[in-house]
């Protein structure tokens, strides 16, 4: 009995001490099971490995590394991440694809000799009854561009008997809806990430003095993240000054000589393009795709915050004068509704300011939260 006694107690002094041995060294475990991908925690990437240390099994044993980080702050931070990530990992890295195109392919033929995806993209939400200003369009863009047309009437097949060009382009139709409906469905940051640049336009634009390769031209040489050519005000519309082309420069970035502008600083002062033909580089077209709202079509005062997208918003943001267009201001998505009991143009302009008033509540109340749980996990 004192035998059976005696390896009863060596049996348990040994699991305590391989207990306490274990605990020891938390850190030095926890990255082994999380480098591996194979824990629902775990990432692929080295800086995500760090960042979720001590969200691990044994990391939630003791306080977190860092003095200024709470365990509720990491809690939080764990449960915002979606339980479904990473389910490809499933898949032999090899194989998994992430990312596509809008590109055009044949049903015959080697894939391997399938003509390229081009280098940019030409997004237009178009009706039939503007075509002859969407053809006029679509020639000033070279064969460098990929194009998607969103049908916001329902009319896609008459296109292709009167365009040659329509043949070789994306169609995408849904009936009554907006170019940024369609954007946020249709152009995904994985969808569009060989495009250099994204052109989102609409379709009521004067070309007559645009080129989009000397455009593009000029947008590298000044670091543009996001522009849009000038407006001609001696012919079509304005919103914005800051909008309006200059005759004394190759682009501008600031309305600060005008006395309208309250703080040279904020929009639409500087760091600002309006939504009508704005142009993102693939960074920061990932950035709007994110703000733009599911349940909003319109997209008023989205414009208002593209300066969130760039690290230099007085910089990377400009309009390029040397390369302007003609805004016609045809009201064709009020008109969209203008025969139905519910929905006219009346209706459509309500909702649109409607969107507007809320989206400015969303992002106050998203920067709100912002700062509480940044104050929160400094202190």
């Known amino acids: 009995m004192r035998r059976k006694g005696g390896k009863v107690l060596t049996a348990l002094a040994a699991a305590a001490f391989g207990f306490v041995v274990g605990i020891s060294f938390p850190v030095v475990i926890t990255p082994k099971l999380q480098y591996g991908g194979m824990m629902p925690w775990s990432s692929s990437s080295g800086a995500a490995n760090s960042s979720f240390l001590d969200m691990s099994i044994l990391g939630r044993l003791w306080p977190p590394s860092s003095p200024n980080l709470t365990n509720s702050a990491f809690a939080e931070v764990a449960t915002a991440r979606n339980p479904e990530e990473g389910a490809e990992r499933r898949l032999p890295p090899g194989i998994v694809v992430s990312e596509t195109d809008l590109h055009l392919r044949r049903l015959w033929g080697s894939p391997t000799q399938d003509s390229a995806t081009r280098k940019y993209l030409l997004a237009l ?178 414009d208002s915050n593209f300066w969130r997208c760039v690290h230099d918003p007085e910089e990377q943001i400009g309009i390029v004068d040397a390369q302007y267009l003609v805004h016609h201001a045809v009201p064709t998505l009020q008109g969209q509704g203008e025969k139905e009991k519910e929905g006219g143009r009346s209706e459509v302009r309500a909702r649109q300011f409607e969107e507007m008033r809320a989206f400015r509540s969303r992002v106050s109340d998203a920067d709100d939260e912002l700062a509480n749980r940044t104050s929160s996990i400094q202190n």
């Not at 009936?175 to 469905?185: E, L, M, S, V, Y």
């Not at 990430?193 to 947008?219: H, K, M």
């Not at 033909?277 to 005062?301: K, L, T, Y």
Request: glycine fraction near 4%.
């Open 125 to 302: 939400a178009v009706g039939y009854d503007e075509k002859a200003n969407v053809d006029a369009t679509i020639q000033k863009f070279s064969d460098n561009f990929d194009i998607v047309l969103f049908h916001y009437d329902g009319r896609t097949t008459e296109w292709d008997e009167v365009f040659e060009w329509s043949k070789e382009v994306a169609h995408v139709s849904a009936r009554k809806q907006t170019k940024w409906w369609f954007a946020k469905r249709f152009l995904h940051p994985s969808i569009v990430a060989p495009y250099d640049y994204i052109f989102l336009w609409d379709e009521d634009l004067g070309v007559e003095n645009f080129t989009a390769e000397a455009y593009l031209d000029i947008v590298r040489k000044h670091g543009l993240e996001i522009s849009q050519p000038g407006l001609d005000a001696t012919n079509g519309t304005t919103n914005y000054d800051i909008t309006i082309k200059r005759n004394d420069s190759e682009i501008h970035k600031t309305d600060a000589a005008r006395e309208s502008c309250r703080d040279v600083h904020k929009p639409p002062c500087s760091g600002f393009v309006e939504v009508m033909a704005p142009v993102f580089s693939r960074d920061a077209w990932r950035c709007v795709w994110h703000m733009i709202q599911n349940d909003f079509v319109h997209a008023w005062g989205l």
